[in-house]
């Protein structure tokens, strides 16, 4: 073995282990920037509805530029109603909330409000502004 050999092994060691090391940040960095896309505070349980309180569903599509707005919409008024609204995602992607989507009969940006008993009042469908937003829920909950 030369000793130009002995000198470029540990250099191609050391270059390897920094692209891996370099690697895993990069996938450690997507899946942060994913978790951080994913919907804060909502809870998902669908069974809430018709439990006595006033529920606000949100039928939401992660891969939709409109889904997403209407729920940074949504996220503006949620502490205007803390305690008085029960605020839940159907995500379309899960079971439970495709199912949920398909007997409203929409798939993505849209918001369904229902009475404490289960009854539904009312739904908005695509993107709204926050004033837009408690406008309605004022109106179907009678704030």
């Not at 092994?9 to 920037?33: D, E, S, V, Y």
């Not at 008024?77 to 995500?91: L, P, Q």
């Not at 949920?100 to 009854?119: I, M, R, T, W, Y």
Request: glycine letters at 6%; a positive charge.
């Amino acid at each position: 073995m030369k000793p130009a050999d002995r000198i470029t092994q540990p250099t191609q060691q050391k270059n390897r282990l920094w692209r891996r090391l370099l690697i895993i940040a990069l996938i450690l960095g997507a899946a942060g920037i994913l978790i951080n896309l994913l919907p804060r505070g909502y809870s998902r349980d669908l069974s809430q509805i018709g439990k006595g309180v006033n529920v606000v569903v949100q039928i939401h599509d992660h891969n939709q530029v409109s889904s997403q707005l209407l729920m940074d919409e949504v996220n503006k008024v949620r502490s205007h109603y803390e305690g008085r609204v029960t605020f839940i995602v159907a995500d379309v992607y899960t079971a439970e909330g495709k199912a949920f989507a398909d007997k409203q009969n929409f798939h993505s940006a849209a918001l369904v409000f229902f009475k404490p008993n289960g009854e539904k009042l009312a739904m908005l469908q695509g993107l709204q502004d926050a004033d837009t937003i408690m406008k309605n829920i004022n109106q179907a909950f009678h704030y």
